[in-house]
């Protein structure tokens, strides 16, 4: 018996029907794994930001939300949306303010980021 694997991406809102259509033919559960970077163009899938560039993808995000500050919760949502560990945000805020993206204020639990 000869098997072959299959890679393909769809829109998010098939991804059911494509799940059913291959219930009873696929040999395994395929795994099914959001893309965040990726954009439509000319029948093409492209990258919208450049990869490993977190900074400014995280200014994209911070612009399509209209955020003028950030807290801990933002954050975390954020870094979950991009497949990342929830955790990593504090890393991504102090990357953040290195670059000037993000300015600190508040102390303790009452603290948030402002972006510049």
């Known amino acids: 018996m000869e098997i072959s694997r299959v890679e393909l991406f769809c829109d998010d809102r098939k991804v059911g029907i494509v799940l059913r259509l291959l219930a009873g033919i696929a ?44 807290n801990s919760t933002i954050g975390r949502e954020y870094c979950h949306s991009i497949g990342k560990p929830p ?15 993000l300015r600190k204020t508040g102390k303790g639990t009452h603290s948030k980021w402002v972006v510049k």
């Open 27 to 70: 040999l395994e559960t395929p795994k099914v794994t959001p893309v965040i970077n990726a954009k439509k163009k000319n029948n093409q899938l492209v990258e919208k930001i450049p990869r490993g560039d977190d900074i400014a993808m995280f200014a994209a995000y911070l612009k399509q939300h209209k955020l003028n500050e950030v």
């Open 87 to 101: 955790e990593r945000y504090n890393y991504l805020f102090d990357k953040a303010r290195r670059a000037g993206l």
